[in-house]
Nanobody
Framework: QVQLVESGGGLVQAGGSLRLSCAVSGTIFRFIYMGWYRQAPGKQRELVATITGGDSTNYVDSVKGRFTISRDNAKNTMYLQMNSLKPEDTAVYYC?????????WGQGTQVTVSS
């Protein structure tokens, strides 16, 4: 059974940094991408960043140059390094793995950026 567990969220001042982690347990033989979504109160869930098996990355325009997605295969962990955080980055952040037949989700971690 595949499980994703996020950690690393918290409260930070604007301009600060956080690193989110997503620990993956269970076996996934092939995936299309791994990624991070976020959902702010009253807003739709937004895809923030993705990384493929070949380590190709993509970011939503609002985080380009500030966020970096990466993964460590040896630790079965994916990361989202978030720098120069802004109040508008406040949201619950979810990690996800998309395979051919389904998408796996973590439980989410809260990120709050104060002005």
């Amino acid at each position: 059974q595949v499980q994703l567990v996020e950690s690393g969220g918290g409260l930070v001042q604007a301009g600060g940094s956080l690193r989110l982690s997503c620990a993956v347990s269970g076996t996934i033989f092939r995936f299309i991408y791994m990624g991070w979504y976020r959902q702010a109160p009253g807003k739709q869930r937004e895809l923030v960043a993705t990384i493929t098996g070949g380590d190709s990355t993509n970011y939503v325009d609002s985080v380009k140059g500030r966020f970096t997605i990466s993964r460590d295969n040896a630790k079965n962990t994916m990361y989202l390094q978030m720098n120069s955080l802004k109040p508008e980055d406040t949201a619950v952040y979810y990690c996800t793995i998309r395979t051919l037949d389904r998408e796996y989700w973590g439980q989410g971690t809260q990120v709050t950026v104060s002005s």
